[in-house]
């Protein structure tokens, strides 16, 4: 049977250095758009392409799903809270 051994290094001769794959260049770092409509207390979805070319506009899908709430019947209703 074969045993794998982990070596450990002399924790004297470890560098703190992180490789440099693993060096981030934060000159080339953009600003997160999507944070300031985030940061108001509202629940995110994000549509399919073709739901999305559908429905453009946050109104749209809010009138749809309310339209859709509104034939659900109220036990479906209070079991989703």
Same mark, same amino acid.
């Given at each position: 049977m074969k045993t794998n051994s982990l070596k450990l290094s002399d924790p004297d001769t470890v560098s703190d250095?992180?490789?440099p794959e693993y060096r981030f260049d934060? =000159?080339?770092a953009r600003p997160n758009r999507f944070a300031p409509r985030a940061s =108001?207390?509202?629940n995110m979805v994000v549509l399919d392409p073709d739901v999305a070319a559908v429905f453009t506009t946050q109104e749209a899908v809010n009138a749809?799903? $309310?339209a859709?709430?509104?034939t659900m019947?109220?036990?479906t209703? $209070?079991?989703a809270s």
């Open positions: 250095e992180l490789l934060y =000159s080339k =108001s207390p509202q749809v799903l $309310r859709l709430i509104q019947p109220q036990a209703l $209070r079991e």
